[in-house]
């Protein structure tokens, strides 16, 4: 089967939020091959052995998430030191991210906080650190095609520059139905969530999704829920109608099967030709309706 090759970003800004276990970060370890963390490979170490001690982590997911999550120097060896984080190849970043970092600081602090004689040094910090995260995700980009999970701060610039909030993504569309089907995903342990990306259909409803991302580009008015309710009850009908059993097939395999054979059974060619038509079907049904048996062994919290 195809396999689905992707990569997101997150900044030092999501960082701090405690993203990468909430969640949010449980969402990104089910969808992406490659989650790049603005962090030293030694940070990413300390943080994984740290929780997977409090939590009592399976050594296999501590492997797991340990592969997942990479650190920036493996695509910018050079971090923090080569990209200068107030320049940029878009000339549009700092007048937008000053204009969305004042902003936010007036709506946070109300606006006589422009008085304030540390104003201008609270600024300076966070235009700095926006600047610095969009600018690694740029540079990122020229390696290779990749996704950013941003902080509220960063969305808000990448949607004025780029206006990448338009549509959704894949990773929206899957989080969303994700969320649907296990509204609250924090009561679910690491284990559980590394048990459900190895699901031997998980790739089959990854590819699903991107299909469904195609649909909804075509049919923006339409609900991601409705449209997936759909697709499931005509892929289901579709996979009813393939076990139907033909009366003809079945008469004719009824009457072979009792002609007495001097060969031993192994060699039975009707017994071959049936058993690999068997096998035929299980790989057709395995490869284009496995994604639903992934979607109902998602467990649930009702």
């Not at 600018?135 to 902080?151: A, R, T, Y």
């Not at 894949?170 to 679910?188: A, T, V």
Request: hydrophobic content about 40%; charged content about 25%.
């Amino acid at each position: 089967m195809k396999q689905i090759s992707s990569q997101a970003f997150i900044s030092i800004i999501q960082l701090f939020t405690d993203f990468p276990f909430k969640s949010g970060g449980k969402l990104a370890v089910l969808w992406f091959d490659e989650i790049i963390l603005e962090l030293p490979q030694r940070g990413i170490l300390s943080i994984l052995e740290y929780v997977a001690k409090k939590e009592d982590w399976d050594t296999s997911t501590f492997q797991e998430i340990r592969r997942l999550w990479i650190p920036i120097s493996k695509y910018i060896p050079e971090y923090p030191f080569d990209i200068n984080p107030l320049e940029s190849k878009n000339p549009k970043l700092f007048e937008t991210t000053l204009k969305i970092s004042e902003s936010d600081l007036k709506q946070q602090f109300g606006e006589e906080i422009e008085h304030h004689p540390l104003y201008l040094h609270e600024l300076t910090w966070t235009v700095t650190g926006l600047m610095g995260s969009i600018n690694l995700w740029l540079e990122l980009n020229i390696q290779n095609n990749c996704s950013f999970i941003p902080h509220p701060q960063e969305h808000s610039i990448l949607q004025e520059l780029f206006k990448i909030a338009t549509k959704k993504d894949q990773f929206e569309i899957f989080s969303e139905i994700m969320i649907y089907k296990m509204p609250d995903l924090n009561s679910y342990s690491w284990d559980e969530i590394i048990s459900l990306r190895s699901h031997p259909f998980f790739d089959a409803f990854r590819l699903k999704i991107v299909e469904l991302h195609k649909l909804l580009n075509l049919n923006e008015s339409q609900a991601v829920q409705n449209l997936i309710d759909e697709i499931a009850r005509k892929d289901m009908e579709e996979m009813v109608n393939m076990f139907r059993p033909s009366p003809r097939k079945s008469l004719i395999k009824a009457i072979v099967s009792n002609i007495p054979m001097p060969i031993p059974f192994l060699f039975n060619p009707y017994s071959l030709i049936t058993s690999g038509l068997d096998v035929k079907k299980e790989l057709e049904i395995s490869k284009k309706y496995g994604w639903l048996y992934f979607l109902l062994d998602l467990p649930s919290t009702d």
